[in-house]
């Protein structure tokens, strides 16, 4: 019992520094949401439990998680749903190039991959860095106002398909391909370097068009002159 408490526990501090993280990267408060990001939070920790424990899917894990994001950001914090995929993919993305980093450090300090496992000692000493370091880069965000601003405050509005949003699609579907075969390529097959560099590859790239996005889109009146409605 106490090991499956740990566990929640863990798993939900580590989904609320991939959802601070995503709402600080497009400059969505924290204070108003702190209710759904932690309930959230929960909730997410129950479904990988369900797929680490219950089920033992550890490969799948990371094809069914980020769809299970895409739907809370859509329903729970009530963003448009082109816009919650944008949102989905950057945080998990963010938050997979980030934590991958703490994982060659343990491993140059001389904790190899194969010893951080769920439920040990190694594993809860990854999470606890992992999530100091993510929340720590989110509050620095929210602190200096660093962030995109083209994703709107409300559950609807046109999106027009074509130019830079179609750009911004594909690549987001690009990085859902990628998220969805790396822990099979970090975990089963053992390709950690290959991993990083394909995951980063494509936040880099996303970053950059999300750049230009904010760009084209700024203008009197648009939410990135602050923080929007609970700014």
């Not at 450090?105 to 809860?124: K, M």
């Not at 929340?135 to 200096?144: M, Q, V």
Request: proline share 3%.
């Amino acid at each position: 019992m106490i090991k499956v408490l740990l566990f929640l526990l863990f798993s939900s501090l580590e989904w609320m520094a991939l959802i601070m993280l995503a709402l600080a990267m497009f400059r969505f408060p924290l204070r108003g949401n702190v209710g759904q990001v932690v309930f959230t939070s929960f909730l997410l920790s129950l479904l990988s439990y369900f797929v680490f424990r219950t089920m033992e899917i550890n490969a799948l894990a990371t094809v069914l998680q980020p769809p299970a994001v895409f739907l809370f950001f859509w329903q729970m914090f009530r963003i448009h749903y082109f816009y919650a995929a944008i949102v989905t993919i950057y945080g998990y993305l963010g938050f997979a190039v980030l934590q991958l980093c703490v994982y060659f450090a343990f491993d140059l300090s001389g904790i190899a991959f194969s010893e951080i496992v769920p439920n040990t000692f190694a594993g809860y000493l990854l999470q606890v860095v992992s999530v100091s370091l993510i929340c720590g880069i989110a509050l620095l965000l929210y602190k200096y106002r660093i962030g995109y601003s083209f994703v709107p405050d409300y559950a609807y509005k046109k999106v027009v398909l074509r130019g830079l949003n179609l750009r911004i699609l594909l690549l987001v579907l690009a990085g859902y391909i990628v998220i969805s075969f790396s822990n099979l390529l970090f975990f089963s097959i053992g390709f950690a370097t290959l991993t990083f560099v394909s995951l980063a590859a494509v936040l880099g790239i996303l970053l950059y068009l999300a750049l230009k996005k904010d760009g084209s889109d700024r203008r009197p009146g648009h939410r990135g002159q602050g923080y929007g409605r609970n700014g």
